[in-house]
């Protein structure tokens, strides 16, 4: 997730890291956010090559579904040995590429809010979405989805096209688990107080949200975090919402044509030890996927937690999103 501005700064892939012939190289296929100089990428990257005596290279994609793209492209032939940086809503797409391999390990190190067992992704952060809020301007936020779609017009929200934003896609199946059929008319009605329907995270974050265009914005329940222990502010909060709210798990998967599978493997098992797992609470502003204990930052604490948990199964999450994202533009555009 966090943090997203990453995306305005980073270009499309980072220089390759320079290497001596004797060191084998980790392609890991990712995101911005992870691989920026603020994000977890770097310390991940140093404290993985003090013990695999190799170069761990990050390939640097705009976002999930472009890391899908590439992979897709490139087919059997990809230089890519990991891909880290999709997610729950997209691990059914990336399995049908046929291009992910089995991980083989255990997971019972895992601090999930939900049963994991899956054979090909590991987690590595996960968080749920929430609408964030400028307490200057909302002292009063809304305190469910049924208070925010028939507050006044004049209380207006950003959010993220479900097409574009991984946020704006949780939206879109929070918005489907607490209404079913219903969430059509629900959008229609939620219209009137949609400001911005912006491309990326970052788009509505920092250009409008924190300029104060809108005093809510959809982000995260972790993002207030960021804010309380870098910014040393308690201005922005994440809502909580009566209804719950809908789970984001963060995922990585070997890339089965991998020419470095003993190393990829070395790899994604860091990925579940506190070497890795320590970079994830304020670099990328999300919980970690094993229990940190102490070493968890203490403003996690003040954070909201959800009486109630949504989440669709990824497979389900597959054979429903056109339809969602059809019934979305539809009342959007009524």
Not at 308 to 324: E, G, I, K, N, Y
């Amino acid at each position: 997730m966090l943090y997203r501005l990453s995306l305005l700064l980073l270009a499309v892939t980072l220089p390759l890291t320079a290497h001596s012939a004797d060191r084998p190289v980790l392609n890991v296929y990712t995101h911005p956010s992870f691989a920026a100089e603020w994000g977890p990428g770097p310390g991940v990257k140093e404290a993985f090559e003090k013990q695999c005596k190799c170069t761990l290279n990050y390939t640097v994609l705009n976002s999930g579904g472009d890391i899908l793209q590439r992979l897709r492209l490139e087919g059997t032939s990809t230089p890519a040995d990991v891909v880290l940086g999709l997610d729950t809503a997209t691990m059914e797409t990336a399995l049908q590429t046929g291009l992910i391999g089995e991980h083989e390990r255990s997971l019972d190190a895992l601090n999930l809010p939900i049963d994991w067992s899956d054979n090909h992704f590991i987690p590595y952060d996960w968080g749920y979405f929430a609408f964030v809020y400028d307490t200057e301007q909302l002292p009063e936020p809304p305190a469910s989805f049924d208070q925010l779609i028939n507050a006044p017009d004049d209380l207006k929200i950003i959010i993220q096209d479900p097409r574009t934003s991984t946020p704006g896609l949780g939206l879109l199946l929070w918005m489907h688990s607490v209404y079913g059929d219903e969430a059509p008319a629900k959008w229609e009605k939620l219209n009137n107080k949609i400001l911005a329907t912006t491309q990326s995270w970052s788009d509505g974050y920092f250009s409008l949200f924190m300029n104060g265009e809108a005093p809510m914005i959809l982000s995260y329940s972790t993002s207030p975090a960021y804010h309380m222990a870098v910014d040393k502010t308690d201005r922005y909060q994440a809502a909580k919402f009566e209804e719950g709210h809908y789970l984001q798990v963060e995922v990585a998967a070997l890339v089965e044509p991998s020419k470095q599978k003993t190393l990829a493997r070395r790899f994604v098992d860091f990925m579940l030890t506190p070497e890795f797992q320590r970079h994830i609470p304020l670099k990328n502003v999300m919980y970690p996927a094993i229990d940190l204990g102490e070493d968890l930052p203490t403003v996690f604490d003040r954070l909201i937690t959800p009486e109630h948990t949504f989440f669709m199964p990824p497979a389900d999450v597959a054979s429903q999103r056109r339809q969602l994202v059809n019934d979305w533009l539809d009342a959007m555009t009524r």
